[in-house]
């Protein structure tokens, strides 16, 4: 689009419409919560021993959820599920409750065409291995006979469709860690094509698991400040030296404009656009200059019908690596060129971890946080900006967003190079 002009809607005039929120992480079992927190500048990074059994200590930074989801959930419901799955369902109850909207198969039993989109990175690895650690000890017959159905990637998803009845649809994206950003990129998709009324999308994981933690270890990806945890992730600061695994869940219900206007629901803020693109550069690293986050970036603004003067919130995806952040830090000026410099910029990670595969959905919730509260959340460890990161990163405490007409954009990215952009409009 010429930067002279402001693009045109999106074709179908059709937008969706953000009316229920939910999440739970390291900083709280719910969004209330989560957010009050992170406003607060509170940390749920811990340092703990992840070491195998029956192996000597290994002492990593993670960041647990702050409640246990099964204690949201029925026993029996909670030991049919893998804990990824079990977040899922907390966080969707709470996103439908929030909406308004029953949290049961009545939600699909009247007229309306409800879909649900949970996006997962490692999906069911914690029930994999545990059944292949009871196959090992006990034979084929201690093997769950569910053990299939928890392991699929799809488990979470099926779960949250099954709650609500979901005839319309039940889809998975495994896009690493913007698979929580696809889902609400496909929400979009599907509302506007008018193939759904209500759509429950976000993402889940819980991947804390010894395996896991050696993996990144190898790759050199994850903070070694184990002294320090709450000072351990540090995005966009000259000492950041690696991520810092968390797990949990975000869900947004989003809805056709007409469906939640029949029925007088609360619009917490507008999906306006989304953007999706591929670096096709290395399975692990992003692509020089942050190129392909660039370009989602840049669709997702065109998508909204946005300029970038329009938009005056990032939540970045800012995972606390040398590289990755620095990318991402080009490929914001790349898309925004000189309105970046009036743009706040939050890296949340650095309260609740990154969450991989449910990272981008998070992220979402605390976007539109940000909007409807008017809000920047802060980046709680940051000392000081990197010199070589050209961005205006909100510090320790929280910054006020303008009045008026307001954008945001959420960005998330993940190996194999993956990029979602999420663009989000202020509720009228």
Request: proline share 7%; with cysteine.
């Amino acid at each position: 689009m010429s930067r002279g002009n402001r693009a045109a809607p999106p074709r179908d005039g059709r937008a969706a419409v953000v009316t229920g929120l939910g999440m739970t992480t390291a900083l709280g079992g719910d969004a209330p919560s989560t957010w009050s927190a992170l406003l607060d500048g509170a940390c749920g990074v811990r340092s703990r021993d992840y070491g195998p059994p029956d192996g000597p200590p290994q002492v990593y930074l993670a960041a647990p959820a702050a409640v246990d989801p099964a204690s949201g959930l029925s026993p029996v419901k909670a030991g049919h599920c893998d804990r990824s799955a079990q977040f899922a369902l907390v966080a969707a109850r709470e996103a439908l409750r929030d909406a308004g909207l029953p949290d049961d198969r009545s939600l699909a039993g009247g007229a309306s065409r409800v879909v649900v989109i949970v996006g997962a990175g490692l999906g069911g690895l914690l029930s994999i291995l545990d059944q292949n650690r009871r196959l090992e000890t006990g034979g084929p017959g201690r093997v769950s006979p569910r053990a299939v159905p928890v392991m699929l990637p799809n488990h979470a998803a099926a779960e949250v469709g099954l709650m609500v009845g979901a005839t319309a649809g039940v889809h998975t994206p495994v896009s690493a860690c913007a698979s929580g950003a696809e889902a609400v990129a496909q929400a979009l998709a599907l509302i506007r094509e008018d193939r759904a009324d209500v759509v429950v999308a976000g993402g889940t994981e819980a991947g804390l698991h010894p395996l896991v933690f050696a993996g990144f270890a190898r790759l050199r990806a994850l903070s070694q400040r184990c002294g320090e945890p709450e000072r351990a992730s540090r995005p966009f600061d000259p000492g950041r030296d690696g991520f810092v695994m968390g797990e949990g869940a975000g869900m947004l219900v989003l809805e056709s404009t007409g469906h939640a206007a029949a029925r007088g629901a609360r619009v917490h803020a507008r999906l306006s656009g989304a953007g999706i693109s591929n670096d096709s550069h290395h399975v692990a690293q992003p692509a020089p200059e942050g190129a392909g986050c660039a370009a989602a970036v840049t669709a997702a603004l065109d998508d909204a019908g946005l300029l970038p003067e329009d938009v005056r919130h990032v939540n970045a995806h800012a995972t606390s690596t040398p590289v990755g952040d620095l990318c991402e830090a080009q490929a914001l000026r790349t898309a925004f060129g000189g309105a970046l410099d009036d743009v706040a910029v939050s890296a949340t990670k650095a309260a609740f971890g990154h969450t991989l595969g449910a990272a981008g959905a998070i992220e979402a919730v605390t976007t539109v946080l940000a909007l409807r509260e008017r809000t920047a959340p802060p980046t709680r460890s940051l000392d000081r900006v990197d010199p070589a990161i050209e961005l205006n990163v909100v510090g320790r405490v929280p910054e006020p967003l303008p009045a008026g007409p307001l954008a945001a954009v959420s960005t998330s990215m993940g190996f194999g190079g993956h990029n979602v952009a999420l663009a989000f409009t202020a509720a009228p």
